[in-house]
């Protein structure tokens, strides 16, 4: 890697997939270290990024020309911005019978899979870049000494390769790529309207989505709600954690929690503007809660896996924070912002273990302070400890 850049734990897929397939393609959010990554990875290779409107009208206008000034080997960067590149580079990269001839980037889900499905099934191998593993930034000795610095710094890459306030970057990122570039693709005229629902999202982080009551707060149709929820997810700002169906003779609460990929991020919209003030803030834990879950993800995106977390909730209250699938055996983790240990945190899983029997693995307690014990038969770990649990997952 780079001097001064903290190594990427996806580097080793991406190398993987680039002798595999004849194609890479890198997704994530916004300045999630895409093009970081592959530009470390191969700085010899051609780049252009369709992110400029010049390079973007050649691609455009000239497909073929474009194709043979950036042959096999390039970088292309925001791929998903010109479509129309795609049924060319199928003909292209098909008459070589050689992996790793492209390698694309690409922010918006939706568009480079869309595209991917059509014209480049089966060619390609897809990675998804996250911000910052906990674990990644432990190993470059950058990890916040405290969770609610973690919680309120966020792990995009700028906030630590760049002398940055997280408030400041994170209020352009919102004002820049949130507000703009999404509202964009979804064509929303009323921009305070927008602004108004990506805070109600923040708000409700955690919790169970109510999309016909956001629907109502913000005086737009409940179609509406789900079509800008769609592609908040797709541009990986939020993710909705679907419950998981096994009942164990209980009637299931079937609808989905809604949590962000980054907890800086969802911070900021909640007005945060400090580490000091998560202490009392009343959706502290719901905060470490998405991070957690965000942390899981990373780790399953890492190895190249899909996601196999859920949530279980009875309608009679019962409930785990989350549900790792594993096959037909279940691994359940209960989360805790708390730094003392209390009692009274074991009950609930204690209920969830006697419903499961036999089909539960040895559950997990994570919690905000810094005790490790084996307690009641639950493996409890420090917030620091997510990666060993990510190695689980």
Known sequence: MESGLIPRRAAVLVRQLSQEFKVVAIIG???????????????????????????????????????????????????????????????????RHQPGQYILTGSQHFG???????????????????????????????LPASLDQALFQGAYPPIYHQPVQPARWYGAYVSTYVERDVRQLLNVRDLGVFQRFVALCAGSVGQLLNSSRMAADLGISQPTVSAWLDLLEASFIVMRLRPHHRNFRKRLVKTPKLFFYDTGLAARLLGITGPEQLALHPLRGALFESWVVAELLKARA???????????????????????????????????????????????????LALAGSGAEPAWLLHGGDERQRRRGVEVCPWRSVAELGERA
């Open 112 to 142: 480079l899979m869309a595209r991917v499905s059509q014209s480049l099934a089966g060619r390609v191998g897809l990675v998804r870049l996250l911000p910052f593993a906990a674990e990644e930034l432990a190993a470059a000795g950058q």
């Open 302 to 352: 890492n190895r190249g896996e899909e996601a196999n977390l859920f949530f279980w909730r009875s309608h009679g209250g019962q409930e785990m924070d989350i549900v790792i699938e594993h096959g037909d055996r279940l691994l359940p983790v209960e989360v805790k912002s708390g730094s003392t240990l209390a009692s009274d945190w074991f009950t609930g899983v204690e209920q969830w």
């Open 29 to 95: 959010p916004r300045q999630s270290g895409k093009t970081t990554l592959a530009r470390t990875l191969w700085p010899d290779r051609p780049y252009v990024s369709l992110e400029e409107p010049d390079h973007r009208q050649f691609a455009e206008e000239d497909p073929r020309r474009f194709l043979e000034r950036y042959g096999p080997g390039s970088i292309l960067d925001e791929a998903h911005r010109c479509p129309e590149l795609f049924s060319y580079l199928q003909g292209v990269v098909d008459a």
